[in-house]
């Protein structure tokens, strides 16, 4: 049984770039939250998806945005970067009513320079 | 009010002794508390978890005990072992009244459990 999986494992952009980062959540599971971890913090919450919409955003800025496909699987695209945009992003999907039984994916590694 | 404090920020444990980090939270609709493990280069895993209702939940090594009144939560690693090093996250989250199950995270304590 395959687990979260999230795509690419690192990434290098430039300011002012644009980027998609992909994740397919865990089999059987219709919900995906997304997570911003600075080095060295906790992970904070962006944004969950259910039913292909947004159901609930954290403190982000527009720059960031979302997807999710029929077949439950999500990207996080962000806009305009900056050098603060630098952090591992982790997707962490689960079953709607059991949201908080999460299972992470081992994260995108965001470089901005 | 969405804070969570976690306390130490590193901790170093002999093999064999009792790996103590601790949590303090403020919103009181909260009411599922979940421990995350952590290893470089790997996501969070769930690592045990618990719910208001009751104050102590141990799973094999792990303790979590639970003070409502205080607001306050324990992670309790017992027989600390060198594969226990990793960084622990404490989290919070209002699962009644959320459908979203969006967790609160602590700063994080990195766990250093030398041989």
């Known amino acids: 049984d395959a687990g979260v999986t999230q795509s690419p494992t690192h990434l290098i952009k430039t300011r002012g770039q644009q980027v998609t980062l992909r994740c397919s959540p865990k089999?059987?599971?219709?919900?995906v939250s997304w997570y911003q971890q600075a080095l060295g913090q906790g992970p904070q919450f962006i944004f969950q998806?259910?039913?292909?919409?947004?159901?609930q955003r954290g403190n982000f800025p527009d720059r960031f945005s979302g997807h999710q496909f029929p077949n439950y699987s999500s990207e996080l695209n962000v806009n305009a970067l900056l050098l603060g945009d630098s952090a591992l992003y982790l997707c962490?999907?689960?079953?709607?009513?059991?949201?908080?039984?999460?299972?992470f994916g081992q994260g995108t590694r965001l470089t901005v320079v | 009010q969405q804070q969570v404090k976690q306390s130490p920020q590193s901790l170093i444990v002999q093999k064999g002794g009792i790996s103590i980090i601790n949590c303090a939270y403020e919103?009181?609709?909260?009411?599922?508390f979940p421990w995350y493990q952590q290893f470089p280069g790997k996501g969070p895993a769930l690592l045990i978890a618990?719910?208001?209702?009751?104050s102590e939940k141990k799973e094999g090594r792990f303790t979590i005990s639970f003070n409502k009144s205080a607001k306050q939560f324990s992670l309790h690693i017992m027989d600390s072992q060198p594969g226990d090093s990793a960084t622990y996250f404490c989290?919070?989250?209002?699962?009644?009244?959320?459908?979203?199950?969006?967790?609160?995270f602590g700063q994080g304590t990195t766990l250093q459990v030398k041989p």
């Open positions: 998806y259910y039913e292909e919409e947004e159901r």
């Open positions: 919103n009181t609709a909260f009411d599922y």
């Open positions: 618990i719910r208001p209702d009751v």
């Open positions: 962490a999907s689960s079953l709607v009513g059991k949201n908080t039984e999460a299972f």
């Open positions: 989290a919070a989250t209002e699962e009644r009244s959320s459908n979203t199950g969006k967790l609160i």
């Open positions: 089999s059987g599971h219709d919900t």
